[in-house]
């Protein structure tokens, strides 16, 4: 084996937006495009946008542009090309046909992320999947082109040899992985079952991807998640206890992070995993109070909330990185039942924070005050496992406690 080493040659791209809608903000979007891109080790050199009613259906834009854009691409010196939208196979061949560069677009990019953060197996089928998915409806338009990936973006995951399979044996895997999830699935539901039987309440963090929500869980729980500046930067969900200042436990788990125009196939995918929130008792909802796109950064995650079908949950929404906004800005979300602000990286508003998770969680409980024979030990260790005891004393004829208890408890004790 050769010990010589050859470095492959940075892959530059040029970013094409399409703006359809006076109210689109393409170049926010196009900013956005432009981290996802540096996040999958890339670098953007250009960018071109098109003002359309509607996406060229052969093309994705129109001829003219399409010459600019050749033009851009031999002054920049680019390798490829990543559109904003999810293109057809046709519009990816033609595209390729008529500027000779790889075409891209959004959802096999962050395809290609997901690929390289997925860490458990449970990841890595929920990303293959999707992949195979996105690319079997892809196979005819695509067979021509797909000697052009090479290295790079988009080269990650299935590869080349399995794409160039048949439908039927694309179809077979599929099958195979869903299996499995299903089975991973049900290992998730049956310790979902075992916490409610436990009755330690679930506080799920969703938000937009590089809000913070690594950050938060690592500070409040020392879970050891990565945490970096980019998008993305963890994909597999981390459950851990949490014990409140009242002696109350809590199990806080941290999701994959949203962003806008999610592709279907990952939606689809990493419903399990996502499914988390629906049957959590709390939701955060960290914000990256710094970004200027918060507001459609918050829209995103309530719309994709709603496309798992998960409603009527009481809603936290932490506003952080307040350590970066330099005035006192009047901040609020129409759609949360308590907001509070934080820093998760300097440990900035976490009293209130958890407090608020604790007056939230005392609102569900019921306050009982009785006193249990000396033969009741049983009962007693359940009030003092899931409630707060505010007040403990021994008589003759039995232990005399004041306390809190779920409200769904109260029957039982």
């Known amino acids: 084996m050769s010990l010589l080493e050859t470095k492959e040659s940075e892959e530059k791209v040029i970013l094409v937006g399409v703006c359809l809608n006076e109210k689109d903000n393409i170049e926010e979007s196009l900013d956005e495009l432009k981290e996802l891109v540096k996040t999958a080790d890339a670098t953007v050199v250009g960018r071109l946008v098109q003002n359309r009613e509607a996406f060229h259906s052969a093309t994705y834009i129109g001829k003219g542009k399409i010459e600019e854009l050749k033009e851009l691409a031999l002054e920049t010196g680019a390798t490829g090309i990543v559109c904003d939208d999810e293109l057809s196979p046709a519009q990816i061949r033609n595209l390729e046909e008529a500027l000779d560069l790889k075409i891209m677009d959004r959802t096999l990019l962050i395809l290609d992320i997901f690929s390289k953060r997925a860490l458990t197996k449970e990841g890595m089928i929920q990303v293959e999947l999707a992949q195979l998915k996105y690319r079997s409806s892809r196979l005819v338009g695509l067979r021509s082109s797909l000697s052009r990936l090479g290295g790079g973006i988009g080269s990650k995951g299935p590869g080349e040899k399995k794409l160039e399979l048949d439908r039927r044996l694309i179809r077979n895997r599929i099958a195979q992985l869903s299996k499995e999830l299903e089975e991973v699935k049900m290992h998730r539901v049956v310790q979902r079952k075992q916490r409610s039987k436990n009755l330690i309440p679930v506080v799920c963090i969703v938000g937009y991807t590089n809000a913070g929500k690594s950050t938060l869980l690592n500070r409040l729980t020392q879970a050891g998640v990565l945490e970096e500046d980019q998008l993305f930067a963890t994909l597999d969900p981390t459950t851990r206890k949490l014990e409140l200042e009242s002696g109350q436990e ?18 689809d995918a990493f419903r399990s995993t996502l ?20 507001d459609q950064q918050m829209e995103a995650v309530y719309e994709t909330l709603d496309r798992l079908d998960i409603r009527d949950k009481t809603i936290i929404t932490v506003f952080n990185k307040q350590d970066k906004v330099e005035k006192l800005q009047i901040i609020k979300d129409a759609k949360a039942d308590r907001t509070v602000r934080i820093s998760a990286k300097k440990e900035e508003g976490f009293e209130e924070l958890l407090q608020t998770i604790e007056e939230i969680l005392q609102s569900r409980k019921q306050l009982i005050e009785k006193v249990y024979p000396y033969d009741q030990g049983s009962t007693l260790q359940i009030i003092r496992k899931y409630g707060q005891i505010l007040e403990e004393e021994y008589l003759p004829e039995g232990t005399k406690i004041k306390a809190y208890i779920p409200k769904e408890w109260v029957n039982r004790v």
């Open 275 to 294: 499914e988390e929130a629906k049957y959590s008792d709390l939701i955060l909802h960290v914000v990256d109070m710094s970004n200027p796109q918060m």
């Open 250 to 267: 809590i199990m806080l788990t941290d999701t994959v992070g949203f962003i806008r125009k999610l592709p279907h196939h990952l939606v």
